[in-house]
């Protein structure tokens, strides 16, 4: 059974720097081709894709939050880390992570999501 | 970067067909994925690659695409059916990867 849940702050302060973690069971991310992503969205709004990394530990970011984003992995943990500095209210959102299953290009298996605030 | 446009809201009775929209240049070039996003819950993938279900999804949902529109139907639809929908495409056109979502469809059963 594969589940995935991300953990970190409900609130952060603008300039700071988020961290949050996805961990994860059922799978293992050094089984060639898988992957984990971050994907956010903010209040009623769409679905954002954040960034991702594989088996290989390469690793892909949104063009336009690349500058701030920073993804690992500790596959002895089964857990995937993101940082992103500089937060600012309009990161405002629920932060989810999710699986991309050995060579496919959709996420199969999502987490429940964590909202994080951005707010002084 | 790689744009997908879907219609902010789709209205269908129940028992009818409902379709959404997804355009984007040559999409039917690309495959595309389709979640389904109901209120406080996380997005179900229900299409993949275009036409294929996952297990646990309903025949009723279906997909196509061709030229520059991806379409998703939803045949009988129930009142579980109102939810948000998103398309996605992986677009490696550019110098970069990104996996691209579209702008959601909220599906409204009268």
């Known amino acids: 059974q594969v589940t995935l849940r991300e953990s970190g702050p409900a609130l952060v302060k603008p300039t700071q720097t988020l961290t949050l973690t996805c961990t994860f069971s059922g799978f293992s991310l050094s089984t060639s081709g898988m992957c984990v992503s971050w994907i956010r969205q903010p209040p009623g709004k769409a679905l954002e894709w954040l960034a991702l990394i594989d088996w290989d530990d390469d690793k892909y970011y949104s063009t336009s939050l690349k500058t701030r984003l920073t993804i690992s992995k500790d596959t002895s943990k089964n857990q995937v880390v993101l940082t992103m500095t500089n937060m600012d209210p309009v990161d405002t959102a629920t932060y989810y992570c999710?699986?991309?299953?050995?060579?496919?290009?959709?996420?199969?298996?999502w987490g429940q999501g964590t909202l994080v605030t951005v707010s002084s | 970067s790689y744009v997908l446009t879907q219609p902010p809201s789709v209205s269908v009775a129940p028992g009818k067909t409902a379709r959404i929209t997804c355009g984007g240049n040559?999409?039917?070039?690309?495959?595309v994925h389709w979640y389904q996003q109901k209120p406080g819950q996380a997005p179900v993938l229900v299409i993949y690659?275009?036409?294929d279900r996952p297990s646990g999804i309903p025949e009723r949902f279906s997909g196509s695409n061709s030229g520059n529109t991806a379409t998703l139907t939803i045949s009988r639809v129930e009142a579980g059916d109102e939810a948000d929908y998103y398309c996605q495409v992986w677009d490696s056109s550019s110098d970069h990867l990104n996996w691209v979502f579209g702008g959601g469809t909220k599906l409204t059963v009268l």
């Open positions: 690659y275009d036409s």
């Open positions: 999710a699986r991309i299953d050995r060579g496919q290009y959709y996420f199969d298996y």
């Open positions: 040559n999409i039917g070039s690309k495959s």
